[in-house]
DNA sequence: CAGTGGTCTAGACCACCTT
DNA sequence: AGGTGGTCTAGACCACTGC
């Protein structure tokens, strides 16, 4: 196998082939690589080049790299990553992991703002999941998470969800969530979620409305979650 | 001059050295470094040494390189840097640059919040600068703005204030803000602001609480937005 | 044309891990 | 000891810019 000597640049085409490799599943998260040598002989470049490769995509937390032992695929359920796109934080800084409680799960056809939001084309069955979560014994967030049954085939069959979703995506479903796009509002409490967390009907809350994307760029999982006030502060630092 | 053979990676001490020197302003905006065979020379290692350190700033937004042309100090008041950090968007996902006034603007010491999120200690005189920003001509973000008097020494002596204020930071004073903090919050609009928005004192709105960032690390400005509920949507992409 | 950054290679040596 | 990734070098060639 070579790569072609035209158009981009050889550490670009590496990267791109590597990655499709990597989508395609032919690596399981947490398996080593080949060695930079034996991917450089493979594509018919230098070492140094799938090295450039392969940085980037450590770059892009794709890949994990240790000295001595291997590259391998990121794990995405580990307590770091998770905490990657966990933005709520308690006003004094501190983070806390919920805990969640589901309220129901339910199949249904996606609405058309759904199916925008997530790409979806025709007929598109999708589950419909709500959760509560606690903050120190307290109700504090309500999320309702609508997975498409295309991406997530019978996800609503599974007995035990965990804490965090993105876990059971990777382990059972080969999906990688690499980033999110979050837009946050304030709107008022929807009346049917009012006695879920303990507040009026119409009570101001912060909405986070959130896109999950899976490493092929895919937009595969669109929720919402409503935040109690003044329990909660969002926190980002964009560079 | 060159660098010490030990300890740290030759090219982390390049990165350091460099960084440090364009903090110091010995490049100004928009002015070429030496080429990477004159600094390689320079700092006694190879040209690929002081690529890779100067490849890093690249990914900080600290320079800019152009092939054929040279390597620059990172312009962070061009439109494309601006927009980096405003993060508001109209619910319909377009961005828009708003209007500004300038309602009020003092000297005063500083209190215990500001001196703990600016990092002051002891005497710490600053400008509280309240502005008024407007979106199609209609009043939509109050801003509060703080800048330590240590930082911008006179700042208040300007006659005229750009739409940003990086602008302003980066010409006159030597800082370039390279990171900002955000915190949002859902809080009730304070009375002193509620006719300028032309809201009811206590209504719900965004607000958003900002960190400045400099080149060096510090935070510089310390800023609160009062953003009128509903006309707003503030978005961020997670990676 | 000369000067700049961008790519690619080949080889040396080091640091770390496993056996 | 042997394999892995991490650093560093020197040199070649390409692509773009400006004179």
Redesign the pocket.
């Known amino acids: 196998m070579s790569?072609s000597?035209s158009f981009?640049?050889?550490?670009?085409?590496?990267y791109e082939l590597l990655t499709s490799r990597l989508v395609n599943g032919d690596w399981k998260p947490s398996e080593?690589?080949?060695?930079?040598?034996?991917?450089?002989a493979e594509l018919?470049?230098?070492?140094?080049?799938?090295?450039?490769a392969?940085?980037q995509m450590?770059a892009e937390n794709l890949l994990d790299?240790?000295?001595?032992?291997?590259?391998y695929v990121a794990e995405h359920t580990q307590e770091s990553s998770l905490f990657r796109f966990f933005r709520l934080r308690e006003p004094n800084g501190e983070s806390l992991i919920p805990e969640t409680k589901v309220l129901s799960s339910s199949r249904r056809e996606a609405t058309a703002a759904e199916k925008s939001h997530l790409n979806l084309e025709g007929s598109s069955p999708v589950v419909e999941l709500i959760r509560l979560r606690y903050l120190k014994g307290e109700a504090a967030i309500l999320e309702k998470v609508i997975q498409p049954l295309s991406v997530f085939p019978d996800i609503d069959k599974e007995t035990e969800l965990p804490n965090s979703l993105y876990t059971l995506y990777q382990e059972k479903f080969g999906i990688s969530i690499v980033s999110v796009r979050d837009e946050l509002h304030v709107t008022q409490l929807p009346s049917e979620y009012a006695d879920d967390l303990g507040l009026a009907a119409g009570a101001p809350v912060l909405m986070v409305e959130r896109a999950s994307i899976n490493i092929d760029g895919r937009a595969v999982e669109w929720s919402q979650a409503y935040c109690s006030t003044e329990k909660f502060v969002y926190s980002v630092h964009l560079k």
């Open positions: 790569l000597k981009q640049p050889l550490y670009k085409q590496a080593p690589l080949p060695s930079e040598y034996a991917l450089a018919g470049v230098s070492q140094g080049t799938v090295r450039k392969l940085n450590v790299r240790r000295q001595g032992k291997g590259t």
